[in-house]
């Protein structure tokens, strides 16, 4: 938002969606909607405030986040999914540690199949939407994905990044 009218576009915008959602009979509920700032290089008007009619006629303001969980895609208010790559890693490391208190004894085959069927789909989905460009993004993952080796006997001596 670069000037008052945009924000009154917007908001207008906002008002036209609601409406439509009305006719449709798919009201929005406007304690469910929020709004988020997304920082760019653009100096933006700060402190928008914007609103919505309530589900029995009354005006709420549209409450402000830095940052939200779409699809089990965490975005923040600067586009880093910096919070979304470390929430992706915790639960893989959280996957491995049950595999490593379930199995006795894992093989090289077996920790390649372990680690392609439930640890891989879990990092890569949506990966195509939060793909990570940072070296320290990328390296955590990397990590979390040779940690299986670390579980093999024969393989414990290979280093990590």
Known sequence: ?????????LQGDIESLQEWSRNW????????CKTMKIHGAHKQITDNK???QGMNGEEISVMRTSQEKDLGVTTDEHL????HIQEKVNKANRI???????????DVPMCRTISKSIVRPYLEYAQNVWSPYKKRDIRTIENVLRRPSKMIPGLKHLPEL
């Not at 880093?80 to 919070?83: K, R």
């Open 96 to 106: 491995m540690g049950m595999v490593r208190r379930s199995f006795e004894y894992l």
């Open 50 to 52: 914007y609103h919505m």
């Open 80 to 83: 880093s999914f910096e919070e």
């Open 1 to 9: 938002m670069k000037t008052e009218e945009d924000r009154e576009i």
């Open 25 to 32: 009979l798919m009201p929005f509920n406007p304690e469910k």
